[in-house]
Each structure stands twice: as structure tokens, then as C-alpha cells.
């Protein structure tokens, strides 16, 4: 099993329409966890963390965090264009500095 | 996040050359993280270093690849004898270690072209 794991899409939805991204890991230990955008060609911009469970609203985003089912969501309401990127899940591990990422998950929104 | 500087941004070397990517963090910080991300792949993680220290190095290549984070001046991520596999665009990010909640803040990229 990947310790991070997202489908890969891609993922297309209408202009306005709520965008719905999915990740799972493996490793219960894990505390913290994170969305990060990465457009193409250029480098990951971290969008939302959350850390403990339930909902995180941030303007149109929202994280949602299931730790006993080890799985983390990302919602985007009112979807537009300028979100058409790829969607990279991260979860730091306990015990460890470092970040562990999913392959991500590429959104189209279609005007 | 612009804070972290990477240098150069594009770097093409032929096989057999060796690469030298560089990493100013964000001022204050003194952690650094080095990511790897192949095409349409996500970023893994490579090596973590504090200064003068390396912390965890579990991504790393056994051979050919080596990380430095001096007491003065960036961090130093050194790729010897370069083969078409090392193309790829190399991330670095920093933190302050004090009070590290997880939050990573990359810089823009080195992106290797190993021709």
C-alpha cells in the first residue's frame, strides 16, 4: 500500500460546480496534513493544513480530515478556471520532519 | 514561496557531468528539505538537513548524489556523473525547526535536463 495515495484523475468539472479531491495514507501516526496547488511548470503552493479531525474552511476551500479512516478531502466551491491545476495531498509523518506526497490529482474547470 | 531562493532554475548537463543545485532559505530558517519530482509524479522527499547536519537522508540515492548545508552560504544539493534518469525538477523548502508545525514552503525549482 502507497502511504499516500490520491486518484490521479484527471478530474473536470463545470465552472461554478464544487470540486471534490480525495487522498488516503497509511500510516496512523501521521499528525499533520496538507493541500498543496502546483500549476504547471511551476513549484507546490500550500493551500490548506488541517490537523485535527473534521472540517477546515479557508474562502472556497475546505479540508476535511477522517483520521479513523485515514482519509483527508479537499472541497473547492464555485470552481473556476484559475483553479486548474494539479492538487498534491501531503501528510507528515509522526515522529518525522518530513512530508510525504501523493502523485496528485489534475483538476480541469471548464468555463 | 519566494522566500526560498533556488539557483539556477534550468540546468543542462550532459551525461557524466555533475550538477550542483543551490538553495538559499528563507532567512531565519535553518532546516532545509530537498524534494524530487519526476515528470507527472509527485514530490519525494530526498534528504533533510539542518546546518552543518545531515538529519535524514532516507530518499537519497546511495551513489552519486550528495547534500551539504554550511554553516555560511545555501545548501548544496550534488549530483556526480548525471545520467537522463536524474532529469527532473529538484525542490527545495526550509523551515525554522522551532515551532515546525509541518508547513512546507517550497522555492521555484531546479529543473534538470540531463541530455
Known amino acids: 500500500q502507497k502511504e499516500v495515495e490520491q486518484n490521479s484523475g484527471p478530474l473536470s468539472v463545470p465552472e461554478g460546480a464544487i470540486a471534490s479531491l480525495n487522498c488516503t495514507y497509511s500510516d496512523r501516526g501521521s499528525q499533520s496534513f496538507f493541500w498543496y496547488r502546483q500549476y504547471s511548470g511551476k513549484s507546490p503552493e500550500l493551500i490548506m493544513s488541517i490537523y485535527s479531525n473534521g472540517d477546515k474552511e479557508d474562502g472556497r476551500f475546505t479540508a476535511q480530515l477522517n483520521k479513523a479512516s485515514q482519509y483527508v478531502s479537499l472541497l473547492i466551491r464555485d470552481s473556476q478556471p484559475s483553479d486548474s491545476a494539479t492538487y498534491l495531498c501531503a501528510v507528515n509523518k509522526g515522529g518525522s520532519e518530513k512530508l510525504v506526497f501523493g502523485k496528485g490529482t489534475k483538476l480541469t474547470v471548464n468555463p | 514561496n519566494a522566500g526560498v531562493m533556488q539557483n539556477p532554475r534550468h540546468l543542462v548537463r550532459r551525461r557524466g557531468q555533475e550538477a550542483r543545485l543551490r538553495c538559499s532559505p528563507v532567512?531565519?530558517?535553518?532546516?532545509v528539505y530537498w524534494y524530487r519530482q519526476l515528470p507527472e509524479e509527485g514530490l519525494k522527499f530526498m534528504v533533510y538537513?539542518?546546518?552543518?547536519?545531515?538529519?535524514?537522508e532516507s530518499g537519497m540515492p546511495k551513489e552519486r548524489f550528495s547534500a551539504e548545508f554550511p554553516k555560511e552560504g545555501p545548501s548544496i544539493l550534488r549530483i556526480q556523473q548525471v545520467v537522463r534518469g536524474d532529469s527532473a525538477a529538484y525542490f527545495c523548502?526550509?523551515?525554522?525547526?522551532?515551532?515546525?508545525?509541518?508547513?512546507?514552503?517550497f522555492g521555484e525549482g531546479s529543473r534538470l535536463t540531463v541530455l
Open positions: 532567512k531565519g530558517h535553518s532546516h
Open positions: 538537513l539542518q546546518k552543518e547536519n545531515i538529519i535524514d
Open positions: 523548502a526550509s523551515s525554522p525547526g522551532t515551532g515546525y508545525n509541518g508547513e512546507l514552503f
